[in-house]
């Protein structure tokens, strides 16, 4: 079975200084699907970023990027220049398939909540 | 931009009380999915469709059932609410088909129901 692992429940940060967040999963399965998403106080799961099980680079979206390294099986969301709108909850979430398909269930994780400080 | 709209943001209960939690997405997107959300236990899925009056169970429907006669509209039922289905619950929607883009989860806002 599938697994997403997130350590740490919550951090802090000083703005404008970079954060990584943890994520670890466990499958048996070659093909799979790495998804970021940030939850504010609002509630709304907003997707930040993605990597495929194939995907050679790590992926970047803005000040987003994800520290893919399959052999330790491990997908760390870095935040550059955290800012304080980056406050939230933040989901790690994996797929059974990189690329999609009929349909593409998320399992996530228990989240870690990060505080940015001023 | 792809809109996924909960109808209620907050919702109170009455234990034993039939609950509709209503889900409507505006971008024809063909998979629909509920999840619940607890502190500690992240989201975990309870249904998902794949089509109009299609629906799969996810890990965990017990207690619940889902209605989707139009394609942009999924519905989630408590047929007699209990006190341990107080949570948060999120509705997404997807296009499917292959290809990054059309498997990113689009999320609602939530509807945080209270059972008492």
């Known amino acids: 079975a599938q697994k997403i692992t997130q350590t740490q429940p919550g951090m802090f940060v000083q703005e404008k200084e970079a954060v990584t967040l943890d994520c670890t999963y466990d499958t048996s399965d070659p093909s799979y699907g790495l998804f970021w998403y940030k939850q504010p106080s609002s509630g709304e799961m907003i997707f930040l970023i993605y990597?495929?099980?194939?995907?050679?680079q790590n992926a970047t979206e803005g000040r987003y990027s994800l520290n893919f390294q399959k052999a330790r099986k491990s997908a760390n969301l870095v935040i550059s220049a955290s800012q304080l709108g980056d406050s939230a909850m933040y989901f790690c979430a994996m797929s059974p398939s990189p690329y999609g398909g009929a349909t593409n269930k998320l399992i996530f994780g228990t989240g870690t909540l990060l505080a940015v400080q001023p | 931009d792809v809109k996924v709209t909960q109808s209620s943001r907050y919702l109170v209960k009455r234990t034993g009380e039939k609950v509709f939690l209503e889900c409507v997405q505006d971008m024809d997107h063909e998979n629909m999915f509920w999840y619940r959300q607890d502190p500690g236990l992240g989201l975990r899925l309870i249904y998902f469709s794949y089509d109009v009056k299609m629906k799969e169970k996810g890990d965990i429907p017990e207690g619940y059932s889902v209605s989707r006669e139009k394609k942009e509209r999924f519905s989630l039922i408590l047929e007699s609410a209990s006190t341990n289905q107080t949570s948060m619950y999120l509705c997404a929607s997807t296009s499917g088909g292959f290809g990054v883009s059309k498997n990113i989860q689009y999320f609602g806002a939530g509807t945080r129901l209270s059972v008492l």
């Open positions: 990597q495929g099980s194939y995907d050679q």
